[in-house]
């Protein structure tokens, strides 16, 4: 079955620490994986996909297909950073979602 | 073009009503998506159209709900006989028709309670 599992529902850390969001994925083709996030009272907007390998506000994300993971990481936290972030896959027609992870910067 | 809107913002009936809402997609894009968000979870598919051709609908897409894209632009999600189960956000986004750009824009939902 194709999923997206997202392990942690809160993470709180302090600004200036660093930041991992764990993603994990059941696909059995070439996955296709995205990030969105959500910053209060806004609509959800891409943050990174893995196709284009590229670095967003800070943020990296790795895909690992021995570990079927797509780990979302920075490594300086910013309080701007506080918004709720999903891990996505893209299956032919649709977009299949974890739960989200709540992320808190702390001052 | 402001991206993707949906009207109504927010929807509150009465259980057994019928409520319909509204999606602009922005305006070069051929694909178009609706899906549902509840509390703590992330959304879930509900359907898909390819211009004005609904191709994909989810199983969790009762048969009280109907989409249409009548033209290939604007769509409606029409949910007939509003059960208090219904009650969540309806997220439509937009695709374009590249293949590479495949990111899916959102618009700000349309929120629904039934009372």
């Known amino acids: 079955a194709q999923r997206v599992t997202q392990p942690e529902k809160l993470l709180s850390v302090f600004k200036g620490a660093p930041v991992e969001l764990k993603c994990n994925y059941s696909y059995s083709g070439s996955p296709e994986l995205f990030w969105y996030v959500q910053y209060s009272r806004q609509r959800l907007q891409l943050l990174l996909r893995?196709?284009?390998?590229?670095s967003i506000k800070g943020f990296t994300a790795d895909l690992n297909k021995g570990e079927t993971s797509f780990h979302l990481k920075k490594p300086f936290a910013q309080e701007e950073d506080s918004a709720m972030y999903y891990c996505?896959?893209?299956?032919?027609?649709?977009?299949?979602w974890g739960a989200g992870t709540k992320l808190i910067i702390k001052p | 073009d402001t991206g993707v809107s949906q009207d109504p913002r927010h929807k509150i009936t009465k259980r057994g009503q019928n409520v319909t809402f509204r999606c602009d997609p922005i305006?070069?894009?051929?694909?178009l998506y609706w899906y549902r968000q509840t509390l703590g979870q992330g959304p879930e598919f509900l359907t898909y159209?390819?211009?004005?051709?609904?191709?994909?609908k989810s199983r969790l897409l009762s048969d009280r709900f109907s989409a249409e894209r009548p033209k290939g632009s604007f769509s409606t999600l029409e949910i007939q006989r509003t059960e208090q189960g219904d009650s969540a956000m309806y997220l439509c986004a937009s695709r374009s028709r590249d293949f590479y750009y495949n990111e899916q824009f959102f618009g700000p939902g349309t929120r629904l309670t039934v009372l």
């Open positions: 159209f390819q211009n004005e051709a609904q191709l994909e």
């Open positions: 305006s070069e894009h051929n694909r």
């Open positions: 893995h196709i284009s390998r590229e």
């Open positions: 996505a896959l893209d299956s032919n027609y649709q977009l299949i």
